[in-house]
T-cell receptor, first 106, second 114 residues
């Protein structure tokens, strides 16, 4: 089975950097996804990590360590529009964590 | 390219009734997955259909079922509705060739069971 843990809520200041952690216990997976979901909207794809290490995509980066069962999403230069829930998921089929609700404040 | 569409967007039913939800995937996508989203449990996988066959199934009772048509459109059915079935039901489509394929989500159907 798979168990995925994320913090429930986080608050950060506009312009700052925030790291959202995701730990998992799983019997096996191909890769790890991060999705963003604004309130009342559908989740949208942010990143997919297969190999250990950091994948950078603009202001967002995602990191995976298979040996430690750990991933994080790093958001830089936070903007108010980044206020959303961030969902970590392992594939094969997708199993999601409960999501981290990020609030960006001025 | 049109996105994933779901109908209806909102639905109110009473306990014991049954409901059918519809999902039209992005053109060219052969895989459709269904999820239930609630505040307490988050996003939970229901099942995945690929080329008209159920390829994967989550841990939901048999009251939840689905099917996929030859044009990749999919429906899910919930029979004998319970209060706990109130949720946002999301479908997502992907090419389906690999579990690594990005899934594109529809706007969801908000089901309320009274």
């Amino acid at each position: 089975g798979q168990n995925i843990d994320q913090p429930t809520e986080m608050t950060a200041t506009e312009g700052a950097i925030v790291q959202i952690n995701c730990t998992y216990q799983t019997s096996g997976f191909n890769g790890l996804f991060w999705y963003q979901q604004h309130a009342g909207e559908a989740p949208t794809f942010l990143s997919y990590n297969v190999l250990d290490g950091l994948e950078e995509k603009g202001r967002f980066s995602s990191f995976l360590s298979r040996s430690k069962g750990y991933s994080y999403l790093l958001l830089k230069e936070l903007q108010m529009k980044d206020s959303a829930s961030y969902l970590c998921a392992v594939d094969g089929p997708l199993v999601f964590g409960k999501g981290t609700r990020l609030s960006v404040i001025a | 390219k049109a996105g994933v569409t779901q109908t209806p967007r909102y639905l109110i039913k009473t306990r014991g009734q049954q409901v059918t939800l519809s999902c039209s995937p992005i053109s060219g996508h052969r895989s459709v997955s269904w999820y239930q989203q609630t505040p307490g449990q988050g996003l939970q996988f229901l099942f995945e259909y690929f080329s008209e066959t159920q390829r994967n199934k989550g841990n939901f009772p048999g009251r939840f079922s689905g099917r996929q048509f030859s044009n990749s459109r999919s429906e899910m059915n919930v029979s004998t509705l319970e209060l706990g079935d109130s949720a946002l039901y999301l479908c997502a489509s992907s090419l389906g060739d690999s579990t690594a394929d990005e899934q594109f989500f529809g706007p969801g159907t908000r089901l309320t069971v009274l």
